[in-house]
């Protein structure tokens, strides 16, 4: 699932390709909204939202997206062959006189009222890469229910916007605790540096092809060891590394789902119960 930092990238091509143009063409294949034509129309802006995509659309209108699982935008030169899937697989496609911006697999696909936005997004939380960010509110809402495991609640959107599960494995790592341990365990200093750090690396991230974690960011406590010496392909801590060494002890990083989601942790850095 793309996360809250791929997402506002996406947001930014698809703002600088159709921002300001005039629509030549529009089709919106999904049966509620088929008949829907918005050529002729002027896109006013593309805004991310946590990880939701809002087009603005003259005449009080808002294209609102998800990516979730396999989702995706991609843009073309009025030339250029489509290479993001099957056209079973496109959902959406909007097109002016220099770019066709098409969507594929998207899951969530709906046109909606520009004033009506708050009924598809007013209910994330505070977005790490929005202008509504707030620290205190974000602590507030993930230590609302103690008894709730580290890593349920980073993912939870009501809590925080923009946290996907390779910022989840990562920020549990940071943190020195498992994604099963109930938040309400963790020290208040952790719980409040969490936050900060999944701010800091989602914002250290917003603009990188390629996402990193293992830079500028290292493990904030005072009994870490440094950790070794990390080649550049090592970006990441522990998600995606099952069985590999753990990159600050050596241990086995081990692998387990979460929600149905895969998990990464490694056994000796982080205490807490295990599956």
């Known amino acids: 699932m793309p996360e809250g930092d791929t997402v ?8 600088s390709a159709l921002a300001g143009q005039v629509l030549t063409r529009s089709d919106l294949r999904v049966p509620r909204f088929a008949t829907a034509d ?26 609102h997206s998800h990516l979730r699982m396999d989702g995706a935008w991609r843009i073309y030169a009025p030339d250029e062959r489509w290479r993001g899937g099957p056209t079973h697989q496109i959902r959406a496609i909007l097109a002016n006189a220099a770019h066709t911006a098409v969507g594929y697999r998207l899951p969530v696909l709906e046109l909606l009222r520009t004033r009506d936005e708050e009924k598809a997004v007013g ?30 609640a980073l993912l939870d959107q009501r809590n925080l916007a923009g ?42 991230n917003r603009d990188r092809p390629d996402r990193t974690t293992t830079i500028g960011a290292r493990p904030r406590t005072a009994a870490a060891p440094a950790p070794r010496a990390r080649r550049p ?26 929600d149905t989601r895969p998990t990464y942790w490694c056994p000796h850095c982080q205490a807490g119960p295990t599956p």
């Open 123 to 152: 209910h994330l939380g505070p977005d790490l890469l929005g202008p509504d960010w707030n620290a205190d509110t974000a602590l507030h809402r993930l230590l609302a229910d103690p008894d709730r495991p580290l890593g349920e």
């Open 8 to 15: 506002l990238q996406t947001a930014k091509r698809l703002h």
């Open 163 to 204: 946290i996907g599960n390779v910022y989840k494995c990562e920020l549990c790592f940071l943190a020195r605790a498992t994604p099963w341990l109930p938040i309400g365990r963790l020290p208040g200093p952790t719980a409040v540096l969490l936050v900060s750090t999944a701010k800091q690396l989602l914002e250290a």
């Open 38 to 63: 918005l050529t002729g129309r002027t896109v006013l802006d593309v805004t991310a939202r946590g990880k939701h995509l809002l087009t603005r659309i003259e005449g009080g209108l808002t294209l």
């Open 233 to 258: 392909s090592e970006k990441l801590w522990v998600y995606g590394r099952a069985h590999r060494p753990c990159l600050r002890c050596g241990t086995p990083v081990r692998v387990a789902d979460q």
